[in-house]
């Protein structure tokens, strides 16, 4: 287990490599445009161009986590600074199964491990599918010219 001070110090770090242009860009496109209805649209997005933006966000978290996981960095300390796992979570767990059977049983393991200690963590995965999902319909709506 690390002193708070580690865990604190490995906390900062991660949020800093969070600010690297590319891995932001990716984060920003997977939370607010990705939303796939079925495991399908989520492998079928795999044979784009943002296969690499869905490997780097997968992979930034999965990394992070596993920081968690092995004692590295508090759970109530990473969870107060990176929020934002849980929203990249709630977008593939309800494919997880899936997922795991053509890629392998631990894809996305550190990640589950991390987010389904929080809270009630079903209700809250659910509120951020939905709080995603409607800000995304919000927003392609007003492009479209609708006014919500």
Do not use: C
């Amino acid at each position: 287990m690390s002193t708070a001070f580690e865990s604190a110090q490995l906390n900062l770090q991660l949020f800093d490599m969070r600010r690297e242009p590319l891995l932001r860009k990716a984060r920003d496109w997977f939370i607010m445009e990705f939303h796939p209805k079925a495991a399908d649209e989520y492998f079928a997005l795999m044979a784009t161009e943002k296969h690499s933006w869905v490997r780097m966000v997968v992979g930034y978290w999965d990394m992070a986590a596993s920081l968690v996981v092995q004692g590295a960095i508090d759970h109530a300390a990473f969870m107060a600074a990176h929020g934002e796992i849980v929203g990249t979570f709630a977008k593939l767990q309800p494919f997880l199964a899936e997922i795991r059977a053509r890629t392998g049983p631990h894809a996305l393991a550190h990640i589950e491990t991390v987010v389904m200690a929080i809270p009630d963590a079903k209700a809250e995965l659910e509120r951020r599918r939905t709080r995603l999902r409607t800000a995304w319909e919000s927003q392609q709506a007003t492009k479209a010219g609708f006014i919500v």
